[in-house]
């Protein structure tokens, strides 16, 4: 036997609405769709959602609340990168254009993690750029150009952020070869 459909009055529906409105509605505080939850999407299905949101831009007023929402959150030391403002501190008077055109000559122009040449040096956009110049010991002010610096191009730079331990370790065992 199936169930009656009831055709409720405008009022009536009014009325329900308002009951079930904020706190009162029955998935007030919930996230998310319970019936999805530990599902495992296969590879054509994630590559779907992917390319449906593929090259989709936030509005100017989405971009702005997402600004407003993250600033001073990972300021200074809420930083997980935070080293104790060492990045404030100056460089030696040594380390100039001049001391870092002769160590990118002395490498031969040539990243010394992963030898791309400074000619082939691109970003994401197309531009191109120089190599950069790394301190082993990660200290400013020593510019001591045959056993603390060395070319790296960003890629390779941007590794030596993290397990400093690790590439002061690689980068002398590197260059006492």
């Known amino acids: 036997m199936m169930a009656k459909e009831y055709k409720f009055s405008e009022e ?4 329900i609405g308002e009951a079930i409105k904020g706190k009162n509605h029955p998935n007030y505080g919930k996230r998310g769709n319970k019936s999805k939850l530990g599902q495992h999407l296969s590879e054509e299905t994630k590559k779907k959602i992917g390319n449906k949101s593929r090259g989709r831009r936030h509005s100017i007023k989405t971009k702005y609340k997402i600004s407003e929402g993250r600033k ?13 403002g060492i990045s404030f501190e100056p460089y030696s008077k040594e380390f100039n254009k001049q001391l870092k055109e002769l160590i990118r000559k002395r490498d031969k122009y040539k990243c010394r993690e992963c030898s791309i040449h400074q000619n082939n040096l691109t970003t994401k956009t197309g531009k191109s750029y120089i190599l950069l110049i790394h301190h082993i010991d990660y200290n400013k002010l020593n510019c001591l150009p045959t056993t603390n610096l060395l070319s790296l191009c960003r890629k390779c730079h941007l590794k030596t952020n993290y397990k400093r331990e690790y590439w002061i370790k690689h980068f002398k065992e590197m260059t006492t070869k």
Do not use: I, T
């Open 72 to 84: 001073g959150k990972y300021g200074l030391e809420n930083n997980p990168n935070w080293k104790g």
């Open 12 to 15: 009536h529906r009014r009325k």
